[in-house]
């Protein structure tokens, strides 16, 4: 993560539920909220907004979404499919000059994490 300058990333269902997270503990970091207060407590809002354009696939069928909370806090979504279940990975970043450095590494991230998921749907 650090090397992508994610600060936390998480993977929700598709009703706003954290399946799994990971942030990095860094005192570079103490002003920032923490995963637990700034991700759980908005998931279920930013996979309902995802929602409501589902119709934006790219070929690789999954959606991205970016939100800027300030100038230095990125929020990105993207949204992809295993089976009939519908899956967000939430990533959040101090860094937005880097988002597309990190939107090119989030694939790979994606097939991991779709070849882990088919084992459970």
């Known amino acids: 993560m650090r090397e992508n300058d994610l600060i ?3 993977l929700v269902n598709e009703d706003g539920i954290v399946l799994g997270g990971t942030e990095i503990k860094d005192p570079e970091y103490n002003e920032v909220l923490s995963r637990k207060q700034i991700f759980e407590i908005t998931a279920s809002q930013f996979t309902s907004i995802a929602k409501q354009f589902e119709m934006y696939y790219t070929e690789e069928n999954t959606t991205k979404s970016k939100y800027l909370l300030s100038k230095n806090d990125l929020v990105l ?12 990975l939430l990533s959040y970043t101090k860094k937005p000059e880097n988002e597309e450095k990190i ?3 989030i694939p790979k991230l994606v097939d991991k994490l779709k070849n882990l998921l088919e084992l459970y749907c």
Request: avoid cysteine; glycine fraction near 0%; charged fraction near 20%.
């Open 8 to 10: 936390s990333a998480l």
């Open 77 to 88: 979504l993207n949204q992809f499919n295993v089976e009939d279940f519908t899956f967000f």
């Open 103 to 105: 939107q090119k590494k």
